[in-house]
């Protein structure tokens, strides 16, 4: 495709030096670079997707507009490809997870794209690409393009996966732990072990503990939505065992994902630049487990690349701590 | 003496010793005339035989504190003495459990996290001063469990807020090989088994930080790789006497425990030193297998940079440059050699390794596991909301039928 080709060209051309210069050798360019103007619009749900990153990137963002030493370019052509084949979402899963950034994060994106902070990009005449102005561009001067690129360039295109979820829910009501495992075929008691009913369900595959107080936990699920689901079927269970069970309270408690960086990485290097984070004892766990501050959230990170990151109340807190930790884990990957 | 007094005051026998003001008098009973001092002073000679009295003895900061406190601080003391640490550390240690027993996190605990926890506090100390402690020397000194040791030693970090440094691998080396008992022959260390401790101490260090290099650290506890390492530079120190003998038998005559997977260290360390091999044209030549890779250690580690960038290819690309480096040792052949992948072999040497250049990756990407990787949410999982009605028919299958309940509770009966 013709026109992502000149899409592109420009932005590897960013990748390979990382001063302020590059703003130079584009306004060089010329504007013919900029005529195929669909990729600015189409480009918005990349930059609704990245506004994540750029939300916690917004008081840096002065330096973001100079600053691509860590940019990675993996995921461009494929995102782009998508985009200017349809305006429209299709049914895939890239889509779909997009989908679900947009969605978190409506409220994030309207401020970014109205906030004064981009005049604090130093672009002087940016323009605003939305959705609604598809078909007329306004004239760009050969700076516009770097203000969809910048979130861009600092995303890894990798996206976390969840793994598991918890939840808690509150009955509302005393429970009798013994009748509940007579009557119940998915249900395990042992009060001599612990003093809670295990209840399985199939369809969302999880577990839950169910304390006679009427409070439940409810863990296993791979996304919040099929957390709740679970929450309330788990409680139907209990209210066809004759309780009166409500369905109060109910909360994510915490969050689990994990992805793959895909290189190997120098744990004894990271503990060394990281030292007030990280914690690295060989002897204890072969991860290393880095506490990060903002967010709040607890990342094992391995030898093969892989990390974990757990200890988010909410899924955004995910994306923006694996954001977070992927320029810095970049940092280790060719040292030898 | 005080029987045979009579007061010149009174004249009664009725003479007692008493210490006034720690002074020790001789005092009449009946008047209170006093018939000897104590001296107030001493004089030089005696100062030489007095004993210091350390200031926990001497005041009565021992009656302030409570019995648990006090039995951790002995047991700090002592710890320290066992371990012939500097005088620094134990002020050092006994300042941290100090403060870790007021907090509430650790003062109602059970006696042994009291116990571990004074081994933490040591362990920390030296730690913090690059003094190669590891977690297996104190837990075998407290008996202590090492999955216990761990959660105490995280959580004391966490509350006291330490900064822990990390544990430097030559320090370890040296300190490791310290108790191996090589260095002079005996009953059961023959002479041809004695090592000179510098050099093997040396040579172990270097094979470690190739270990480092080629990712066989990393992630993995240090004691095995560093017994391992002993065992090679050992070896091939004097390979003449000392191939026949094996890993365990090495143990134990240094007096050292094998750990178990200190044999997989060895081989990969053996795997490694033979890619390396297959890159040295004098090596190719003489069929080295990973019997007899021993005895060219050193030349191996002589020219270890020039071979580990030959020998592996980076990350992604081919490093093709690299093998024009280092020309001036080997010979031109042997680097169109690297460079030729097809024909990787040597034709006249069997080689035993695939001279197939393989990344420079952990041994754990190199052989994956094959794990049951776990398919992102499809589609239709994706559409739910959390609010979709529940069938009661999905509800229902969940529950006992009457006669299965009374099976169940039949079943049960004898509980």
Avoid at chain 1, 246 to 268: A, T
Avoid at chain 2, 99 to 107: D, K, M, Q, T
Avoid at chain 2, 256 to 271: G, V, Y
């Amino acid at each position: 495709m013709q026109d992502v080709s000149y899409w592109i060209r420009p932005v590897v051309r960013f990748s390979q030096y990382c001063l302020s210069p590059t703003i130079d050798d584009l306004s060089s360019a010329g504007p013919q670079l900029y005529t195929p103007m669909s990729p600015f619009d189409t480009d918005l749900p990349i930059q609704a997707a990245q506004s994540a990153s750029f939300d916690s990137h917004l008081d840096q963002s002065k330096e973001l507009s100079t600053d691509f030493s860590s940019v990675d370019l993996s995921f461009l052509p494929d995102d782009l490809n998508q985009e200017n084949g349809e305006q429209t979402h299709s049914e895939d899963g890239h889509e779909v997870q997009r989908e679900q950034y947009r969605s978190q994060l409506t409220e994030q994106d309207s401020g970014f794209l109205n906030d004064s902070n981009l005049s604090q990009l130093s672009y002087g005449d940016a323009t605003q690409p939305s959705p609604e102005t598809s078909g007329a561009c306004p004239p760009l001067t050969p700076m516009t393009p770097i203000t969809p690129m910048t979130p861009v360039s600092e995303s890894s295109g990798i996206v976390p996966q969840l793994q598991n979820i918890v939840s808690t829910v509150n009955l509302a009501c005393k429970l009798d732990l013994k009748n509940i495992a007579l009557h119940a075929r998915n249900a395990e008691y042992n009060p001599k072990r612990f003093a809670a009913v295990i209840m399985r369900i199939r369809e969302p595959r999880t577990t839950a503990l169910i304390f006679s107080s009427g409070k439940m936990v409810c863990t296993g699920a791979k996304s919040e939505e099929q957390s709740r689901l679970a929450a309330r079927k788990y409680a139907r269970v209990v209210q066809k065992l004759g309780f009166p069970a409500k369905f109060l309270d109910f909360k994510i408690q915490n969050m689990v994902g994990s992805c793959d960086v895909r290189f190997p990485i120098r744990l004894e290097g990271l503990v060394l630049t990281h030292q007030q984070f990280s914690s690295y004892e060989p002897e204890l766990f072969p991860g290393l487990i880095y506490r990060m501050v903002k967010p709040r959230i607890v990342l094992l990170i391995f030898v093969s690349g892989k990390v974990v990151l757990t200890g988010a109340k909410e899924r955004s807190e995910i994306y923006e701590a694996f954001e977070n930790i992927y320029p810095i884990l970049k940092g280790f990957k060719k040292a030898s | 003496m005080s029987g045979q007094r009579k007061c010149p005051d009174c004249g009664s026998s009725e003479i007692v010793e008493d210490a006034h003001y720690a002074q020790n008098q001789l005092v009449c009973a009946d008047c209170g005339f006093i018939l000897t001092e104590g001296l107030l002073t001493t004089t030089f000679q005696d100062e030489e035989h007095l004993q210091e009295v350390t200031y926990s003895r001497s005041t009565g900061q021992n009656e302030q504190l409570s019995r648990c406190k006090l039995r951790g601080i002995k047991r700090v003391q002592d710890l320290c003495k066992v371990l012939y640490l500097p005088a620094v550390f134990e002020d050092t240690a006994l300042s941290y459990f100090q403060r870790a027993i007021e907090h509430p996190s650790f003062h109602l605990v059970s006696l042994e996290k009291k116990e571990i926890l004074v081994g933490c506090c040591v362990f920390v100390t030296c730690r913090q001063h690059n003094w190669p402690l590891t977690m297996g020397t104190i837990c075998s000194l407290l008996y202590a469990d090492k999955e216990l040791f761990a959660s105490v030693y995280l959580c004391v970090l966490k509350e006291l807020e330490l900064d822990v440094p990390a544990l430097s691998l030559t320090d370890l080396v040296k300190t490791h090989l310290n108790s191996f008992k090589l260095f002079q022959s005996s009953a059961s260390v023959p002479a041809k088994f004695a090592e000179d401790k510098e050099k093997m101490v040396a040579r172990t260090i270097q094979i470690v930080e190739l270990a480092s290099e080629t990712w066989l650290v990393t992630g993995r506890h240090p004691i095995p790789i560093v017994t391992a390492a002993a065992y090679l530079a050992w070896q091939s120190l004097q390979p003449v006497g000392r191939l026949t003998c094996t890993f365990a038998r090495f143990c134990k005559m240094a007096g050292t425990d094998l750990p178990p997977p200190a044999h997989l260290r060895l081989k990969e360390l053996n795997d490694i030193l033979l890619r390396m091999a297959s890159q040295l044209a004098w090596l190719r030549v003489l069929n080295v297998d990973k019997k007899t890779v021993v005895k060219h250690i050193g030349d191996l580690l002589q020219h270890r940079h020039f071979l580990l960038r030959s020998s592996f290819s980076s990350g992604d690309t081919e490093d093709q440059s690299a093998t024009a480096v280092g020309d001036g040792s080997v010979s031109s052949p042997q680097a169109a050699g690297c460079s030729a992948q097809a024909e990787g072999c040597h034709p006249g040497g069997k080689q035993k390794c695939s001279s197939v250049r393989r990344p420079l990756l952990p041994p754990c990407l190199i052989n994956p596991r094959k794990r049951l990787r776990t398919a992102a949410l499809s589609p239709s999982d994706q559409a739910i909301t959390g609010d979709e009605a529940i069938s009661d028919s999905e509800i229902e299958q969940y529950l006992r039928s009457q006669e299965e309940m009374q099976e169940f509770s039949k079943a049960q009966a004898w509980h």
